[in-house]
């Protein structure tokens, strides 16, 4: 039931396209080590950058697993699932990096994020992801739900800080500096936001 794709394109770029929620699998090398799982929301924050790239906006939060779990082995996988219309599951495994404020790609990736202000969510670094394994599977036990509305919350809370503030509340905090199993996590103090 399952197939293997070589290229994000078609009805899986749109499907990935046109979904509210997806999921992130990050783990460390270490056999003892935390894994991690985070969902992601919040309609606009990822892109199909070409058939073989993906990547999505790293808002402010209170942990950096995968950003330290990328920066030491680069493993990522990438989840979608149907919660409406059709049953389908695809998942994209790669490689993928943190790519920081101050890094000469910066602008150029902000650009593929036109539908989402991510000023007001305290943006600390775009993941991006190269696809290696494209898979889709049927979904059939997926339940159905329906999407309302992203929550604001996440908006409201971080658009009151500024580049310092921001840095100050990521080093108030245990696991942002570094991982829950002590591996680096985001590079502090953040460089400032460049200008648009």
């Known amino acids: 039931m399952g197939k293997t794709h070589e290229r ?8 990935i396209e ?7 699998a990050t783990a460390p090398l270490s056999a003892d080590g935390t894994i991690n799982l985070s969902p992601k929301g919040l309609r606009g924050s990822w892109a199909v950058l070409d058939a073989h790239t993906v990547a999505y906006l790293d808002f402010a939060g209170s942990n950096a697993e995968t950003i ?4 030491e082995n680069g493993r990522i996988t990438l989840m979608w699932c149907a919660f409406e219309g059709p049953p389908n599951i695809v998942r994209v495994h790669g490689r993928g990096e943190p790519v920081f404020r101050d890094d000469a790609r910066w602008r150029e990736l902000t650009g593929h994020f036109p539908d989402i202000d991510p000023t007001v969510h305290g943006l600390r670094a775009i993941i991006v992801v190269r696809a290696e394994l494209i898979r889709d599977t049927c979904g059939y036990a997926v339940p ?3 999407y309302d ?3 604001d919350l996440h908006g409201r809370r971080f ?6 503030s921001l ?3 990521f080093a108030g ?5 570094h991982s829950i199993d002590g591996l680096p996590g985001l590079p502090l103090p953040l460089p400032p936001t460049p200008a648009s």
């Open 173 to 177: 905090k245990d696991h942002v500096a």
């Open 167 to 169: 840095s100050d509340y």
């Open 8 to 15: 994000i394109e078609g009805r899986l770029r749109t499907f």
């Open 149 to 151: 509305a992203d929550r």
């Open 68 to 71: 330290a779990h990328l920066r």
């Open 18 to 24: 046109q979904q509210p929620l997806f999921f992130t």
């Open 144 to 146: 159905f739900m329906s």
């Open 159 to 164: 658009a009151r800080e500024d580049d310092a």
